[in-house]
């Protein structure tokens, strides 16, 4: 079980790192999805700063830190239900399969991280 945990989470950090640094960047399709589903541009760093403390928090996890993992896990799954709501809301369907898998993964996560504690 603890090979799984550490598999999901570890793609789940390396997912969310990823994503976090187009968002420092400021990466052309972060800027144009957040226009699209109404989310200022001068959210993007804060947005940006929020998964990559929950990649940070999930590498803890792995560490040891089982309640700092479990909390990062708990953050990222409330984040990406949020921006599955954002792009409801909006009414753009054609990339919501991107904060589908990234709820997925952190979902996979939480319940590996509580089955293994």
């Not at 009414?91 to 504690?117: D, E, K, M, Q, Y």
């Amino acid at each position: 079980m603890f090979t799984a945990y550490a598999v999901v989470t570890v793609i789940t950090i390396s997912v969310n790192a990823v994503i976090a640094i187009a968002d420092f960047a400021r990466a052309k399709f972060v800027l144009a999805n957040s226009a699209e589903v109404g989310v200022p541009q001068s959210w993007i760093p804060m947005l940006g700063t929020l998964k990559a403390a929950g990649a940070a928090g999930l590498l803890l996890g792995l560490l040891g830190v089982h309640f700092i993992g479990t909390a990062a896990a708990i953050g990222l799954v409330l984040f990406f239900i949020g921006a599955i709501a954002v792009h409801v809301r909006a009414r753009v369907f054609h990339n919501i399969v991107f904060p589908g898998s990234f709820l997925a993964l952190a979902t996979a996560s939480l319940v590996l991280a509580v089955a293994c504690t």
